[in-house]
């Protein structure tokens, strides 16, 4: 069975402040692509990053970062110097490798940047 | 650059209507996704294309619902004889095979 937990139901921080998302994942596949969305208040899921499981280099992308560990099945997404803009929805998932068609989505985590 | 599109944005409708929505892919994404977002939770699968061919449904896909992407490029999804558990937003997406899927804005569906 394939499942994500965001056990981080809502989260608020101080602008500037830096925040962590969590990301726990299970599957019995041995590879499999992993994905943050970002779903800000106007409703469209905007795609933030997809890995590969064989790929466990960390990745920053400007203020993202996204920490990838095998070991605990974990795909946490980091903002640092957090803007009022990053407040959205933010959605983990998986999907197989050879089933790239099904992502199966956590619940999300709202992330609220207080000015 | 055009996104996904979707239309209607919003619909609201009585208990045992049917409903249409439709879905406008990225033009070359060969691909085309729907899925189901109710509030609280994560977009859930629901079907996707290939081209025309619809190649999985859902569970979640009753015989009430039905998607077709007759020619390879846009798609409908009908509910018939709606229920108030049918309301959700209705999310597509589309993407090369093995990429990532970009999503549209959603149809959000309001059953009375």
């Known amino acids: 069975a394939q499942k994500v937990t965001q056990a981080q139901t809502e989260i608020s921080v101080v602008e500037k402040e830096d925040v962590t998302l969590d990301c726990v994942y299970e599957t019995r596949d041995t590879t499999y692509y992993l994905f943050w969305y970002k779903q800000p208040p106007s409703g469209e899921l905007v795609f933030l990053i997809r890995r590969n499981s064989f790929d466990e280099q960390n990745e920053i992308s400007g203020r993202y970062s996204w920490n990838f560990q095998k070991s605990t099945s974990s795909f946490n997404f980091t903002i640092t110097a957090s803007q009022v803009v990053d407040s959205a929805v933010y959605f983990c998932?998986?999907?197989?490798?050879?089933?790239?068609?099904?992502?199966?989505f956590g619940k999300g985590t709202r992330l609220h940047i207080l000015p | 650059d055009t996104g996904v599109s979707q239309d209607p944005r919003h619909k609201i409708t009585k208990r045992g209507q049917n409903v249409t929505f439709r879905c406008d892919p990225i033009s070359e994404h060969n691909r085309l996704y729907w899925y189901r977002q109710t509030l609280g939770q994560g977009p859930e699968f629901l079907t996707y294309?290939?081209?025309?061919?619809?190649?999985?449904k859902s569970r979640l896909l009753s015989d009430r619902f039905s998607a077709e992407r007759p020619k390879g490029s846009f798609s409908t999804l009908e509910i018939q004889r709606t229920e108030q558990g049918d309301s959700a937003m209705y999310l597509c997406?589309?993407?090369?095979?093995?990429?990532?899927?970009?999503f549209g804005p959603g149809t959000r569906l309001t059953v009375l």
């Open positions: 997406a589309s993407s090369h095979p093995m990429r990532e899927p970009f």
């Open positions: 998932a998986l999907s197989p490798r050879n089933r790239d068609d099904k992502i199966i």
């Open positions: 294309f290939q081209n025309e061919a619809q190649l999985e």
